[in-house]
Nanobody, 116 residues
């Protein structure tokens, strides 16, 4: 399967934590740049965090200090640990893989709902 597959979404109260996982097939996973995006109802899709091939990370200002992106190349997986969740974090979260060629593949998304 070319598209990445997300898991780990769900419902949580404000202040809680969730860990999202994304598995991307391919024998060259270590060469992919991986990222998490999210889209809330009525809003545009926005970048949450990304991790490069070398392991460098970048975060949206709104999640800095609360979210952590990581990758495990041996498992072809990338993770998003989300702590201190807020109602405004409610969205569908998407995993995206970017090949060396620049081509992107999106996952189907996983819903995260944070209640106050």
């Amino acid at each position: 399967q070319v598209q990445p597959v997300e898991s780990g979404g769900g419902s949580v109260q404000a202040g809680g934590s969730l860990r999202l996982s994304c598995t991307a097939s391919g024998s060259t996973f270590s060469t992919y740049m991986m990222a998490w995006y999210r889209q809330a109802p009525g809003k545009e899709r926005e970048l949450v965090a990304l991790i490069t091939r070398s392991g460098s990370t970048n975060y949206a200002d709104s999640v800095k200090g609360r979210f952590t992106i990581s990758r495990d190349n041996a498992k072809n997986s990338v993770y998003l640990q989300m702590n201190s969740l807020k109602p405004e974090d409610t969205a569908v979260y998407y995993c995206r893989k970017t090949l060396l060629s620049g081509i992107h593949y999106w996952g189907q998304g996983t819903q995260v709902t944070v209640s106050s």
